[in-house]
């Protein structure tokens, strides 16, 4: 493993989101790779027990240190962990005890994001700086912001309390890890194939990157896709995960909607019944009903079919996109010096809810993530069908994970928590009793950015269960 390279301290503010076209080209102009690693520095510098130094494993004995203190018993580092090759490495950011605590030690930890994010995400927003408000029956909380983000805590007080060790990894090709070629040789019809190919890519680093740690086993955090990875993991090396932590997994439910070709004969079925029958009632696009034989101005009837025409060529169009292995990552790049601005989007959108000093920092994080060449994220398609469900379902699959496991979703979020529910029933049904489904309220699929309280204390309930000698609370 060799770490990542010093960036010169102190390390500047962030820029400007750009606002024009003008400002958005500076901003492309300036990014690089030196810049992707100061992008994360300037947020990961804000823990309080976050250390640039590779030397920084042990306190200094002329310093008298509270015992409370975090730096006292714990040490944040990023840096790149070297897998077969200096081409291939993971992005890796390690929280690990000062002076380990045998007797309680539980397996290390492992965060993994999900599609086209970072590590960042998945750790910055874990905190304990909000107020609770309201107490739900299931005692996780509600939340309105307070003060900023950056006081992420709960993993660290954890670890300093268990002398365990949690490791947030950014996945092979995503991230700031290595941006090595994708390639899935099988054809398009063996899906199969396609699906365990695009599996490997990132799976097989992660086992890489266990075996040279020397881990026997692993406590596996994943959202969305990287949930999805991390349940198949675990269905490869079933002795090598002793938990799972699966927030808003992908690729879980069947897909519920009816094939093409399903689509296009039921079409042709209320074509037929509207001609033999003049009291025949369709659905219209905004979901009432109307009748089918009603006589239609001219104009009517060919900005209906000119609307209807133009929503069928948008929707092939982007399912061809998909089939062909189109990554959205990659149109924003194409936009060139105009890309920083889709970044300076996004982030008003996603973190309107953070103080706005705050934003700049996260947005050119997030941009320089989406500028890096395209690697990982050309496995979605393989993976996931139009529509983002799996083509390969994990609820077809789940009942093969014998470890505790725990689902985890946002009371809004697009990602059904129904999946979760029927995966509980199967995984029991099998014989696996240490599972449960959790809907956390006022969250949606990121369920750590919207309600990170609640996520706090659901996440450090979990890990205590793992911990030689636990006991539940009564």
């Known amino acids: 493993m ?34 992707s690693l100061i992008t994360q520095q300037r947020i990961l510098q804000r823990l309080p027990f ?68 970072g590590l960042i995400f998945l750790l ?81 680093a992660l086992e890489e990157w266990r075996i040279q740690n020397r881990f026997e086993k692993m406590i596996l955090v994943g959202h969305s896709l990287g949930a999805y990875l991390s349940v198949v993991y675990t269905l490869r090396h079933p002795n090598r995960v002793s938990k799972l932590i699966l927030i808003s997994p992908v690729g879980v439910p069947h897909n519920p909607n009816v094939t093409g070709a399903a689509i296009q004969q039921a079409a042709a079925a209320d074509m037929a ?47 061809m996109a998909w089939e062909a292995g189109w990554s959205p990552f990659q149109a924003a790049r194409s936009l060139g010096p105009l890309s920083p601005m889709i970044a300076a989007h996004y982030s008003h959108r996603r973190f309107k809810a953070l103080p706005s000093e705050d934003i700049p920092s996260l947005m050119d994080y997030i941009y320089h993530i989406l500028r890096a060449k395209g690697s990982g994220e ?25 470890v505790p496991t725990t689902f985890v979703y946002g009371d809004r979020d697009w990602m059904d928590s129904k999946g979760g529910d029927r995966s509980v029933e199967r995984m029991r049904a099998a014989g696996n009793h240490a599972v449960r489904n959790v809907v956390i309220p006022d969250a949606g699929h990121h369920v750590y ?26």
């Open 378 to 402: 050309y496995s979605i398609s393989h993976i996931l069908a139009p529509g983002a469900y799996a083509r390969l379902p994990l609820i077809d699959r789940i009942d093969k994970v014998t």
């Open 50 to 117: 976050f250390s640039s130094s590779p030397n920084a494993a042990q306190p200094d004995p002329s310093t008298e240190t509270n015992v409370n203190d975090l730096k006292s018993k714990i040490v944040g580092k990023i840096s790149r962990f070297e897998l077969d090759t200096p081409e291939r490495y993971l992005n890796q950011f390690a929280i690990t005890p000062i002076t380990p605590v045998e007797s309680s030690r539980a397996p290390p930890t492992v965060v993994l994001h999900g599609y086209g994010a």
């Open 449 to 474: 950015l919207d309600n990170p309280k609640a996520m706090d204390e659901l996440l450090v309930e979990e890990l205590d269960k793992t911990v030689p000698g636990w006991k539940s609370s009564p």
């Open 273 to 319: 019944a509207a001609d033999s029958d003049p009291d025949f009632k369709t659905p219209n696009d905004s979901g009432s009903e109307v009748d089918a034989k009603r006589p239609k101005s001219m104009a009517q009837q060919l900005e209906s079919k000119e609307r209807v025409s133009l929503r069928r060529l948008l929707l092939a169009t982007l399912k």
């Open 124 to 204: 910055v927003f874990y905190h304990s700086a909000f107020k609770a408000q309201t107490v739900f029956t299931d005692r996780y909380t509600s939340y309105s912001p307070s003060v900023s983000y950056q006081n992420f805590q709960s993993l660290g007080e954890w670890a300093a309390k268990h002398g365990g060790s949690v490791y947030a990894l950014d996945w092979l090709g995503m991230g700031l890890s290595a941006r090595v070629p994708f390639k899935v040789h099988a054809k398009r019809e063996d899906v199969e194939q396609r699906v365990k190919e695009a599996e490997d890519f990132f799976l097989d």
């Open 2 to 35: 060799t770490t990542a390279s010093e960036v010169a301290a102190p390390i500047s503010p962030a820029r400007a989101i750009p606002s024009n076209v003008v400002e958005s080209m500076s901003y492309w102009w300036s990014a690089g790779d030196k810049e």
